[in-house]
């Protein structure tokens, strides 16, 4: 038994979820299961949606008791757009380039590769109580803040490629995703689209046939209607700060804008444990948090 197969099976355990959360996760998942929790009716409600579907979608003023800071974020990214608008303007020539692994019709405002700040508006939105209850609770363990961004997707009339397409994460067994738009999205905006009850928590019965773009496995409308009614796809459509929770191991597509640019903000949590590429960039390590929550969330910063 070589070190090959060792690695192997060691990856290979990470796709069940008794091993990956008692194996990969056991301190979290036991910190978190004896620690006293509380929750909100509307974070509650998003909770059980989630479980059953994979998404679920609310607002800024429904779930966030103070709404202030979705304000403050909306006032950086306009500044934001402000500063790097004549960048926009040339990436927006460019977004029907069809070279695939460019995602020529996204911009990640932040970079492909932000700071970790826990002090601004981008963490401090992820960190908020009432998601990170959400977070920690679906994955039944304390979770890590991986990644933060804004997403700027330009309207083109390219034919669908890359995220556009139907395809599921892949970066831990649950992948919990935040979407908050910062415009209103239509069906012509490019709206994050899901097939419910992919999910690991559920579980499609076939899965649907695919291609491979790029060494990456995409499926089609018609592939994915397949095992998946049209009907029944949800196409999370909404104005400015509607806010869409999925966990993205489940099929879904999104960013296909025809007619109006689409502007959201994102994070995404995962299990302490996960192999996911780190995205971060941290610049000065933090001290030691209080908050056990807000440790696990911030453990790759801190100082150790």
């Known amino acids: 038994m070589g070190p090959s197969f060792l690695r192997q099976f060691v990856r290979a355990s990470r796709n069940f979820e008794l091993t990956w959360r008692y194996g990969f ?33 609310t607002s800024v003023n429904s779930l966030l008791q103070d709404s202030s800071i979705f304000q403050e974020l909306n006032e950086k990214v306009e500044e934001l757009e402000r500063e790097r608008n004549g960048e926009l303007a040339t990436r927006r020539a460019a977004a029907n380039n069809a070279d695939i692994g460019q995602k020529t019709f996204n911009v990640e405002m932040l970079g ?5 700040d826990p002090d601004s508006v981008y963490a401090r939105f992820a960190l908020q109580q ?15 803040l991986r990644y933060y961004n804004v997403w700027h997707t330009f309207a083109t009339t390219a034919q669908p490629r890359e995220s556009q397409l139907w395809h599921y994460d892949r970066e831990d067994h649950f992948i919990f995703k935040v979407f908050v738009y910062l415009s209103d999205v239509s069906q012509d905006a490019g709206p994050f689209t899901y097939a419910p009850g992919s999910h690991l928590k559920k579980g499609l019965a076939d899965q ?7 060494g990456v496995r995409r499926s089609n409308d018609d592939q994915m209607a397949e095992v998946v009614p049209r009907e029944h796809w ?3 459509t909404g104005p400015r700060g509607t806010i869409v929770f999925a966990d993205t191991r489940g099929y879904h597509k999104g960013g296909l804008a025809r007619t109006n640019d689409r502007l959201m903000y994102l994070c995404m949590f995962t299990s302490p444990a996960s192999e996911s590429q780190e995205l971060f ?13 807000m440790s696990y969330a911030l453990s790759h910063a801190l100082r150790t």
Do not use: C, W
Not at 135 to 142: L, V
Not at 281 to 293: G, H, I, M, S, T
């Open 208 to 214: 649907p046939k695919y291609f491979v773009e790029g």
């Open 25 to 57: 996760n056991f301190a979290p998942t036991i910190s978190y299961k004896f620690a006293p929790h509380s929750i909100t009716k509307e974070a509650a409600r998003v909770l059980r949606e989630l479980n059953s579907r994979g998404i679920a979608m």
């Open 112 to 116: 492909s590769n932000p700071s970790l």
């Open 281 to 293: 960039q941290v610049r000065n390590k933090l001290e030691p948090q209080r908050d056990r929550a």
């Open 130 to 144: 009432p998601i990170l209850q959400i977070a920690n609770a679906y994955f039944g363990m304390y979770t890590r």
């Open 234 to 236: 949800i196409n999370a």
